[in-house]
Nanobody
Framework: VQLQASGGGVVQAGGSLKLSCAAS?????MGWFRQAAGQEREFVAA??????YLADSVKGRFTISRDNAKNTVTLQMNNLKPEDTAIYFC???????????????????WGQGTQVTVSS
């Protein structure tokens, strides 16, 4: 499965961005991770069979949604903060138990990453 992410950019604090990811095949789980400079990759959001999961740091601001017919997943990011600045990676997998959704090692497929920069 190949993943193609798009939608990153530069936005001021309080602004919004939408990231999209298209998969070449069907997977049970699709999600997003991010990696800030000098930091480890961290979980942002995931969708598993319609159930959604969000990192505490983005709850109330980010929304993940999925179009199964098109094999796409979208991350709507509102009220962005400078600490949201990172490279965002689309991820996917099919044999991920729910308790492992927040672990990057559990995902088999990764997109190329898209830069999100939030200025203060």
């Amino acid at each position: 499965v190949q993943l193609q992410a798009s939608g990153g950019g530069v936005v001021q604090a309080g602004g919004s961005l939408k990231l999209s990811c298209a998969a070449s095949g069907r997977t049970i789980v699709m999600g997003w991770f991010r990696q800030a400079a000098g930091q480890e990759r961290e979980f942002v959001a995931a969708d598993k069979r319609g159930s959604t999961y969000l990192a505490d740091s983005v709850k109330g601001r980010f929304t993940i949604s999925r179009d199964n017919a098109k094999n796409t997943v979208t991350l709507q990011m509102n009220n962005l903060k400078p600490e949201d600045t990172a490279i965002y990676f689309c991820s996917a997998g099919s044999t991920i138990i729910t308790s492992n959704l927040r672990s990057a090692n559990a995902y088999s497929y990764w997109g190329q990453g898209t830069q999100v920069t939030v200025s203060s």
